[in-house]
């Protein structure tokens, strides 16, 4: 049992270039989340799913897309990329039983954009 | 007003003795309350959920709501070196799917 893999970890790119990052679950998870976090800030939510097909956004979509055709994926995609987008990525997939819900994170992708 | 509040300390704390961090929100609608901690360059892992006002004990750790003062805390009793974090407090309300984060609060336990 993974749990939720992100791939890459780590990554550098140049000022307008595009990438995706992926995020996988195997838990069955029906609702997923990107988080970004900035050096000694919480983490900011981009964009989430509560099921394959259903996207919304988050407090910070700006210069992102997601996709959600399986349950068990949830990539983020950078179109035009900017400084400001320099950050850590985190996705997370969840699950509510008995009205409590628990949340569990990715390791995390690494971007510099220069 | 943010809606999560969180000292971001550093708060420092001899080992052995209790660490005590706190959170307050602003949505009084909030229903559900999380501690994560989150080791340098590693991802939040949850440690602590709240639901009911009172008080939740798992192990050293133990959790404090008051809804009508809206705070929520995290009591660390015999703190290890191990212990020493960011401790991320996280809320939401009812039927909502996403959690709002504070900042979260540096801990450091002194051996």
């Known amino acids: 049992n993974a749990g939720v893999t992100q791939t890459p970890k780590f990554r550098i790119l140049k000022i307008g270039q595009s990438m995706t990052l992926q995020c996988t679950q195997d838990?069955?998870?029906?609702?997923m989340y990107w988080y970004r976090q900035d050096p000694g800030m919480g983490l900011k939510l981009i964009y989430y799913?509560?099921?394959?097909?259903?996207?919304d956004k988050g407090e910070v979509p700006n210069g992102y897309n997601v996709s959600r055709s399986t349950t068990e994926d949830f990539p983020l995609r950078l179109e035009l990329a900017a400084p400001s987008q320099t950050s850590v990525y985190f996705c997370?997939?969840?699950?509510?039983?008995?009205?409590?819900?628990?949340?569990?994170f990715g390791p995390g992708t690494r971007l510099l954009v220069l | 007003q943010k809606e999560v509040e969180q000292n971001s300390g550093p708060l420092s704390v001899p080992e052995g003795a209790i660490a005590s961090l706190n959170c307050t929100y602003s949505?009084?609608?909030?229903?559900?309350f999380f501690w994560y901690r989150q080791y340098s360059g590693k991802s939040p892992e949850l440690i602590m959920s709240?639901?009911?006002?009172g008080d939740k004990e798992d192990g050293r750790f133990t959790a404090q709501l008051n809804k009508a003062s809206q705070y929520v805390s995290l009591l660390i009793r015999d703190s290890q070196p191990s212990d020493s974090a960011t401790y991320l407090c996280?809320?939401?309300?009812?039927?909502?799917?996403?959690?709002?984060f504070g900042t979260g609060t540096r801990l450091t336990i002194i051996p």
């Open positions: 997370a997939s969840s699950y509510i039983a008995g009205g409590q819900e628990t949340q569990y």
């Open positions: 838990m069955n998870h029906n609702y």
């Open positions: 799913s509560v099921g394959a097909g259903i996207t």
């Open positions: 949505d009084r609608g909030s229903q559900s």
């Open positions: 709240i639901y009911s006002n």
């Open positions: 996280a809320v939401n309300a009812v039927g909502n799917e996403k959690l709002t």
